[in-house]
């Protein structure tokens, strides 16, 4: 239809990152999804297209791993939530770059920070909701025994990644925020 393509996929990306280019089509501005993907696109050249995508066109709310569980013990991946808000416009903006995308581990399991509790779904809510306040208002380094979160300047993970040179976004990898020691 020759439209420009929302984002520059590997054949080696995983078919969740269609996911996210398809989705995005669907969100008005401010509009905000996630996804429980594989973890790989994190540190693998065919990431890079996945990486410029979320930076050219969402604000990175949270990008989760778990280190003590895996969230589909049946699959042989190891995965992580990415919870994305479509920003105004495509391209690179000042405003985007200076939001903070906050890294975080879980470092107990979700059925302890979000208790399965069906005879009280406003308490699960209500869990549910403080555990996304705390790592949202997450400004600086912070850790305890239930979670861990780095917040990095969306503009510095550009800037990380961007090759001047070659005048192209190139990837780095962004799983090192996530299981780093600080």
């Known amino acids: 239809d020759g439209q420009t393509p929302l984002a520059d996929l590997s054949q080696r990306a995983g078919i969740y990152a269609y996911f996210f280019v398809h989705g995005c089509k669907f969100l008005r501005q401010g509009g905000r999804f996630g996804f429980i993907v594989s973890n ?6 065919y990431g890079k297209g996945l990486q410029e995508f979320f930076l050219k066109h969402f604000n990175i709310l949270a990008i989760l ?8 013990t049946d699959a042989d991946i190891n995965t992580c939530i990415v919870i994305l808000e479509k920003a105004a416009g495509e391209g690179l903006h000042r405003e985007r770059d200076e939001h903070l995308v906050r890294f975080g581990q879980l470092r107990q399991p979700l059925r302890d920070l979000i208790p399965p509790d069906r005879d009280r779904p406003t308490a699960r809510l209500s ?5 996304i306040r ?3 208002s997450q400004e600086d380094y912070g850790e305890d025994d239930a979670l861990r979160v780095l ?9 990380e990644g961007y090759d001047e040179d070659h005048g192209q976004y190139v990837g780095s990898k962004w799983g090192k925020y996530l299981r780093a020691p600080e």
Do not use: C, N
Request: proline share 3%; no cysteine.
């Open 134 to 136: 705390r790592i949202l």
């Open 151 to 159: 917040p990095k300047r969306q503009g510095d993970l550009w800037s």
């Open 40 to 45: 790989s696109w994190l540190d693998v050249d």
């Open 65 to 72: 791993e778990s280190k003590v569980e895996r969230w589909f």
């Open 127 to 131: 869990a549910l909701d403080g555990l």
